[in-house]
């Protein structure tokens, strides 16, 4: 029986915790403290390890909410019960690391970039030679610049190993993936969740326009509506990335939110940096062929208010929730400019105050979670469970300002010219009065678990009333 290594040496990035560090702190200094990040930048003259000591600088992180690999951690503190030394060796920044492994409390020592040597590969090599003085050594690693570690250790291990690295274990005929029965990370599943397709009922307000000018049987109007979708869609998606890669802190203290990809480290950081200008670009395109000018001036200032939102606007009360309903309400005007036509004031009006009411439902709903979890702020809000009363007052009169809306459109001279049968329109009324205080209700009772618009689309009694709606629509534009 061969005797293990008594020092083992355990990899940090993509091995003991499924993120990068490097990455989390880019986009750390990318939100926080751009300025810095221009200063980082140009450290990266001077080499990567003074660019990595450059980002973890000011860098802001809570190791006790970072997705650890589980198979590692418990490889590592069973080695530790057997009496070997375990190290953490890893090319992240010393301060980092050691935050971590201070954490954690089951390693003897950290080798980490220093601000003059970048640890990785062959490098990290030489300090573990230099740590182990001639004692043979076990290293659990996970990519292809881990191979020169492997190649001189005594036994290796690996953690979600990339292509290279599962190459060079399959050539040497060894089983030594810590994580080969753990569900794998990444693939196109995991990169729908992570780009909310299911979101995209959202943008179904584009096609607003196009029933209220009466222009759904006009197939020209029709497919451009259809463009206009699927160029929001890609366009939001994009967004989402942007705003999960920029909240992974604040996500991975949420109950909920932290089962994001990113935040759960199921779907590389990586893979969301790459992917957000590609949509983006693809967005654009469907836009400048296919829809006019105005569509793409549309597309454009909800691209920029959105990322407004991203980086500073989600975390100022009230403007936060305006902004919500400013995104949506901009839905409806891109789908007003597929089509070449004006929205009315009363369409606009109604959407801003029906939105603005379910924004404040969306934090009611979240506030009510912390409530429950004995919590008191939000998280990247600046909201706290004492608010509650007031959100809820706030949203359900500007739900009561929009049924107001409503009624005085169906009252006014517009109405009488597109509807030959007016009167059956007061029945809609009553039905989005239930509906708003049946969404309030169940928000209040704590079954609000999804964006409400997107609850709504998915909820069968909203669907029910949505057609009862649709039906006196429907009995207004036919002539008695």
């Known amino acids: 029986m061969t005797l293990q290594p008594k020092i083992l040496f355990v990899d940090l990035d993509g ?58 951690l418990a490889y590592v503190r069973t080695r530790r019960e057997q009496g070997a ?13 050691q ?18 040597n970048n640890l990785k590969s062959e490098h990290k090599l030489l300090a573990m030679r230099q740590y182990a003085n001639g004692a ?6 996970n990519s292809a610049d881990d191979i020169p570690v492997w190649e001189a250790a005594a036994a290796s291990k690996c953690a979600h190993p990339d292509r290279a690295a599962k190459s060079w274990f399959g050539a040497r005929l060894q089983e030594d993936d810590l994580t080969r029965s753990a569900e794998q990370a990444g693939g196109l599943p995991t990169f729908i969740k992570a780009a909310r397709l299911h979101q995209w009922l959202k943008n179904v307000l584009v096609f607003v326009p196009l029933l209220a000018s009466h222009k759904v049987l006009d197939l ?21 990335l942007v705003n999960d890669l920029l909240d992974l802190e604040s996500d991975r203290a949420h ?13 590389s950081l990586l893979t969301g940096i790459a992917a957000t200008p590609g949509l983006l670009l693809l967005s ?4 400048l062929v296919f829809l006019p000018p105005l569509f793409t001036l549309c597309l454009g200032g909800y691209l920029a208010l959105t990322l407004a939102y991203s980086f500073s606007l989600k975390k100022k009360m009230a403007v936060d929730v305006i902004v919500l309903a400013s995104l949506y309400t901009s839905r409806i005007l891109a789908g007003a400019a597929a089509i070449s036509t004006a929205p009315s004031f009363w369409l606009l ?25 004995n919590k008191e702020k939000v998280s990247g809000r600046n909201y706290l469970v004492s608010d509650m009363s007031v959100v809820m007052t706030l949203g359900t009169a500007s739900g009561m300002m929009s049924i107001l809306v409503l009624a005085l459109y169906i009252n006014s001279p517009e109405v009488k010219l597109l509807y030959p049968n007016p009167v059956a329109l007061w029945a809609v009324c009553p039905i989005l009065l239930y509906w708003i205080t049946r969404i309030w209700m169940v928000t209040q009772r704590g079954g609000m678990h999804d964006d409400p618009v997107v609850y709504a689309m998915k909820d069968n009694v909203s669907r029910l009333t949505f057609v009862a709606a649709a039906l006196a629509v429907i009995a207004g534009s036919i002539s008695i």
């Open 15 to 72: 091995t003991l915790i499924k993120t990068d560090m490097l990455l989390e702190s880019f986009l750390f200094q990318a939100k926080e403290q751009p300025a810095q990040l221009l200063r980082s930048a140009l450290a990266l003259t001077k080499g990567k390890a003074q660019f990595k000591a450059k980002l973890a600088d000011g860098f802001e992180f809570s190791p006790e909410n970072l997705p650890y690999c589980p198979e590692v």
């Open 85 to 97: 030394q375990v190290v953490l060796a890893t090319a992240s920044s010393a301060g980092i690391a």
């Open 99 to 116: 935050q971590i492994s201070d954490h954690l409390g089951c390693f003897d020592a950290v080798l980490a970039s220093d601000g003059q």
């Open 136 to 141: 043979s050594f076990e290293y659990a690693g």
């Open 220 to 240: 020209p109007s029709l497919l451009q509506s259809v463009v206009a979708f699927i160029a929001f869609g890609l366009c939001a998606s994009a967004i989402y």
């Open 255 to 267: 109950p909920r939110k932290r089962s994001r990809p990113f935040a759960a480290g199921s779907l």
């Open 284 to 287: 654009l395109v469907l836009s």
């Open 349 to 373: 009006a109604f959407s801003m105050f029906i939105f603005l009411g379910l924004a404040l439902v969306k934090r009611y709903a979240e506030l009510n979670i912390l409530l429950l979890a």
